[in-house]
């Protein structure tokens, strides 16, 4: 379902069209080979409810007329402003490098507080976007070629002095997701409860699970 939200949204056509709500995380990739990964960042902005920008619910109503069967599909976009604080979007820094540059240089302005990059192979996405923006860049290594990983590893955690790229690990969306949710909770006090919660919790998951091993 998410992966499915995530490609609607993907679809929208200009980096620049306002939107009517202000999203505080920006998660960008630079092609949608990149989204399976990706979609976990998403995942857990979802799970500390920082919500996608398009919930679409589909309602199916299917008629019956004596010998055949019609469905008819109604889908309807809500976008809740309150809520929705995420906004995911494909920006290549070598294939569209003027849009990489206009998003990058217009986040600020735009409300967003914390962009996660991710890009595999030759991946400049991360370290581009951290050059044009004083937002902190959260950038995403992608297993995208023959060297496993290590290309988009090295080219996003080696960036010279000066402009920094909170690197994680190789396809670790995840992390990237949670370090955008601490960067939040520095001025967002329940979001901050929240992660602490959240570690209470995979504390316990891990306790549990080593209880069981000596039973
Ligand atoms: C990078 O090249 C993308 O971030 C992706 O990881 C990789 C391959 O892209 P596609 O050829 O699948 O579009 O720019």
Redesign the pocket.
């Given at each position: 379902v998410v992966e499915a939200q995530l490609k609607l949204m993907l679809n929208e056509d200009s980096v620049n069209d306002q939107p009517a709500f202000v999203p505080r995380v920006g998660i960008i990739?630079?092609?949608?080979?990149?989204l399976p990964v990706m979609k976990d960042a998403a995942k857990i902005l979802k799970e500390f409810d920082v919500h996608a920008e398009v919930f679409t619910i589909n309602y199916c109503i299917s008629f019956s007329i004596s010998f055949c069967s019609l469905p008819i599909v109604f889908t309807m976009k809500y976008l809740p402003k309150d809520l929705v604080m995420m906004q995911v979007k494909i920006v290549?820094?070598?294939?569209t490098p003027e849009m990489m540059f206009s998003y990058a240089s217009s986040a600020r302005e735009r409300g967003i507080q914390v962009i996660i990059a991710?890009?595999?192979?030759?991946?400049h996405?991360p370290g581009m976007v951290a050059a044009l923006t004083p937002l902190p860049v959260i950038g995403v290594p992608?297993r995208?070629?023959t060297l496993d990983g290590l290309d988009?590893l090295l080219s996003i955690v080696q960036m010279p002095r000066g402009v920094p790229v909170a690197t994680v690990a190789i396809n670790n969306a995840t992390n990237a997701g949670l370090l955008a949710v601490r960067l939040l909770g520095i001025s967002d006090i329940n979001l901050q409860a929240r992660m602490a919660q959240y570690q209470e919790d995979r504390r316990d998951e891990v306790l549990v699970k080593g209880e069981r091993l000596e039973k």
């Open positions: 990739m630079g092609s949608d080979s990149d290549s820094a070598h294939r991710g890009a595999g192979g030759a991946a996405l992608v995208a070629s988009s």
